[in-house]
């Protein structure tokens, strides 16, 4: 099977702006997650789309939202981009059951300037 | 609040020697814990996860509820073990994951 992808990878925006990424689970999969991953903070936890509805949510500002298709597809949306949103944010994928395994995919880097 | 620590931020180690990567959580309930590691220029991967009891590429990490510690050991490191290890939680019933801020394991030859 194919992998988690993850599009695009690589992004560079402007403070105030804002950002849209995108992750395609492994097929089958239907549980999506989202991290941001930075030098200081490490690997956070934003949130988890499953059946196209919020099954469970980080401590992150509503600046960040997500989605998910009926295709299991999902987008995560950074809207007024601050310096402090420059990280990695990676998108992983599990079928959907109660506590699975993690499958990443390679990241998008934002870099915010 | 849940919480994983791990202490050591680079672990250098000789190829055949034991290894140690330190892993300590705090949650009041039953845990869910994972080993995942990051090789160079990798994704993210899962390692081993406790439920499962499994010894992978020599790995094992036993739970110590007691101490509340989850570490991981192999008794002779090799050099392609180097990598980016990351200790992980889960406290829902779904896929909410707490992850510490990694270890990198340096194996020297």
């Known amino acids: 099977k194919a992998g988690v992808t993850q599009t695009p990878r690589y992004l560079i925006k402007t403070r105030g702006q804002q950002v849209t990424l995108s992750c395609s689970p492994i097929?089958?999969?239907?549980?999506v997650s989202w991290y941001q991953q930075t030098p200081g903070q490490g690997l956070q936890f934003l949130f988890e789309?499953?059946?196209?509805?919020?099954?469970n949510k980080g401590n992150f500002p509503g600046r960040f939202s997500g989605r998910q298709f009926s295709n299991s597809r999902s987008e995560m949306n950074v809207s007024t981009l601050e310096l402090g949103d420059s990280a990695l944010y990676l998108c992983a994928s599990s079928p959907g059951g109660p506590v699975e395994t993690q499958y990443f995919g390679p990241g998008t880097r934002l870099l915010v300037l | 609040a849940q919480r994983v620590t791990q202490p050591e931020k680079l672990l250098s180690v000789f190829k055949g020697a034991p290894v140690e990567l330190k892993c300590n959580y705090s949650y009041s309930g039953s845990p869910e814990l994972f080993w995942y590691v990051q090789y160079s220029r990798q994704r993210l991967q899962l390692l081993l996860r406790?439920?499962s009891r499994e010894s992978i590429k020599g790995f094992t990490a036993d739970l110590n509820k007691g101490e509340t510690s989850f570490h991981l050991k192999k008794p002779f490191a090799q050099e392609e073990d180097s990598a980016m290890y990351y200790c992980a939680l889960s406290v829902s019933n779904f896929n909410k994951f707490y992850f510490g801020s990694g270890t990198k394991l340096n194996v020297k030859p």
């Open positions: 789309y499953f059946s196209e509805t919020q099954r």
């Open positions: 406790h439920i």
């Open positions: 097929s089958g999969h239907r549980s």
